[in-house]
C-alpha cells in the first residue's frame, strides 16, 4: 500500500516535509478493524510533527497524521462494535474512552503510526462511527479539530458571548458550535478577507489584532463587560489580551499556544475572577455526543481545501502558508 512518511531523509527538494513510501496492507489482530482510509486532515501538531518541531520524539519514517475518516475493510476476531462497510472516523486519543483526562497515551503521528496511508489497522474501541450526512472528507476534520473546539465551548448557552482567535481549524468549529448554542461570536484574526468569512459565518464583530494590538479592551467594549468564554489559541502571545477581554467570572479555555511571548500577569487574571481551564481534544464519548449534535444539526465543517492524495506534501506546504480559512484535507 502507498503511505507518505516523516522524517524519511533530509526532506524533500521545495521543503517537502514528508515523503512516499510502500508498506505491507496490515492485518488486523484480534480485536481490531482493518479501515480503507478515504480522507485525512491536518492540525497544527501535524506540521510541527513533519517539521520535526513537536515537543515528543517521532521516529523517522513514522506516518503522520492523527485525523482520518474510511470504510472498515476487515473485522478481528471479537470486533463488536463495527462492521465490514461501516464508515469510521479515528479518535485523537484512542484510550481515552470516557471520563476524566486519564494521563497522556500513545498518539497517532507520534506513538503510533497515523492516517496519511491507504489502510490502517487499529483497535476498535479508538473509532467512532461517521455522521451520514458529511462526506469522508468532512468527517476527517473532527477527531482534533471539532473534539476541541467542542470541549472549549461546552457549557456556552444562548446570551453568552465567546471570543474566538483566529481562523484556523479549531476557531471556525468553536464559532459554529457557539452559535449553534446561541451565543453571540466575537472574532480576531489577521485579515479583512477572513473578518469577511469570519462574518459569514455568523461573527457578530470581527477586531484585526494586527492593527488593533490591544484588541482585548476592544472586545471588552463590543461584548458590554466581557466575553464570557474565551478560546484561547495564541497562548502566551495573547493571554494578556484575553484577560482584558474575559468578563468577570469568565472562563478562558487554553486550546493552543501558537503566539510567543510573556504569558500572563497572575494579579490582572486574579482581579477577573475567571478561570483558567486546559483543553485536551476530548474523549471517544465526548466525540460521540459531539457527532449526535452534528447529525441533528446537519452541522458542516468548514474546509478550505482539498488535496489529493499524491500531493500530500503540497497539502502541508498549503497548511504552512497559513492563508487558510478553516480545514485542509487530503482525499485519499
Ligand atoms: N489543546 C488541544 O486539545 C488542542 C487541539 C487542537 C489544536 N490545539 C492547538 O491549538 C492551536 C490552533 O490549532 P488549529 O488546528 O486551529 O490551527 P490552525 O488551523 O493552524 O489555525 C491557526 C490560526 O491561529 C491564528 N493565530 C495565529 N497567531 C495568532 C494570534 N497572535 N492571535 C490570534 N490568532 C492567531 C491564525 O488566524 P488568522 O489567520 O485568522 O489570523 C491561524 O489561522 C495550535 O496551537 C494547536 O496546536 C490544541
Same mark, same amino acid.
Given at each position: 500500500m502507498r503511505t507518505f512518511q516523516v522524517r524519511a531523509g533530509d526532506g524533500l527538494p521545495g521543503g517537502g516535509l514528508v515523503t512516499p513510501a510502500e508498506r505491507p496492507v496490515p492485518s488486523?489482530?484480534?480485536?481490531?478493524?482493518?479501515?480503507?482510509?478515504?480522507? #485525512?486532515?491536518?492540525?497544527?501538531?501535524?506540521?510541527?510533527i513533519a517539521a520535526g518541531r513537536y515537543?515528543?520524539?517521532?521516529?523517522?519514517?513514522?506516518?503522520?497524521?492523527?485525523?482520518?475518516?474510511?470504510?472498515v475493510e476487515a473485522v478481528?476476531?471479537?470486533?463488536?462494535?463495527?462492521?465490514?462497510?461501516?464508515?469510521?472516523?479515528?479518535?485523537f486519543h484512542p484510550t481515552w474512552l470516557y471520563g476524566r483526562f486519564p494521563a497522556w497515551g500513545e498518539l497517532h503521528g507520534t506513538q503510533r503510526d497515523g492516517w496519511l496511508t491507504e489502510y490502517i489497522a487499529l483497535d476498535e474501541?479508538?473509532?467512532?462511527?461517521?455522521?451520514?450526512?458529511? #462526506?469522508?472528507?468532512?468527517?476527517?476534520?473532527?477527531?482534533?479539530?471539532?473534539?476541541?473546539?467542542?470541549?472549549a465551548v461546552s457549557g456556552v448557552g444562548p446570551g453568552d458571548a465567546l471570543l474566538v482567535q483566529g481562523s484556523g481549524g479549531v476557531s471556525v468549529f468553536a464559532l459554529q458550535f457557539a452559535r449553534l448554542a446561541?451565543?453571540?461570536?466575537?472574532?480576531?484574526?489577521?485579515?479583512?478577507?477572513?473578518?469577511?468569512?469570519?462574518?459569514?459565518?455568523?461573527? #457578530?464583530?470581527?477586531?484585526?489584532?494586527?492593527s488593533t494590538p490591544e484588541w482585548g479592551a476592544r472586545v471588552r467594549a463590543l461584548t458590554d463587560g466581557g466575553a464570557d468564554r474565551v478560546v484561547e489559541i495564541g497562548g502566551a502571545g495573547t493571554l494578556s489580551q484575553s484577560i482584558d477581554a474575559v468578563a468577570y467570572g469568565g472562563q478562558i479555555a487554553l486550546v493552543g499556544n501558537?503566539?510567543?511571548?510573556?504569558?500572563?500577569?497572575i494579579t490582572r487574571f486574579f482581579r477577573?475572577?475567571?478561570?483558567?481551564?486546559s483543553i485536551s481534544v476530548g474523549s471517544r464519548s465526548d466525540f460521540e455526543r459531539m457527532n449526535k449534535v452534528i447529525a441533528r444539526h446537519r452541522l458542516r465543517?468548514?474546509?478550505?481545501?482539498?488535496?489529493?492524495?499524491?500531493?500530500?506534501?503540497?497539502?502541508?506546504?498549503?497548511?504552512?502558508?497559513?492563508?487558510?480559512v478553516g480545514k485542509v484535507v487530503i482525499s485519499h
Open positions: 488486523p489482530s484480534a480485536g481490531e478493524v482493518l479501515v480503507r482510509v478515504k480522507a #485525512s486532515s491536518l492540525n497544527a501538531r501535524d506540521l510541527l515537543s515528543v520524539e517521532v521516529p523517522p519514517g513514522r506516518i503522520p497524521l492523527s485525523d482520518g475518516s474510511g470504510v478481528g476476531d471479537g470486533v463488536s462494535r463495527f462492521r465490514v462497510g461501516d464508515r469510521v472516523v479515528s479518535t474501541q479508538s473509532l467512532v462511527a461517521a455522521p451520514d450526512h458529511l #462526506s469522508f472528507e468532512e468527517a476527517a476534520t473532527l477527531p482534533c479539530a471539532a473534539l476541541t473546539a467542542w470541549s446561541g451565543a453571540r461570536v466575537v472574532a480576531t484574526t489577521s485579515s479583512g478577507e477572513k473578518a469577511r468569512r469570519l462574518t459569514a459565518l455568523g461573527a #457578530s464583530d470581527v477586531v484585526n489584532y494586527l501558537l503566539a510567543s511571548g510573556s504569558g500572563m500577569d477577573r475572577a475567571a478561570t483558567l481551564r465543517p468548514v474546509i478550505d481545501r482539498v488535496f489529493p492524495f499524491d500531493e500530500a506534501p503540497e497539502a502541508f506546504s498549503h497548511f504552512e502558508k497559513g492563508s487558510r
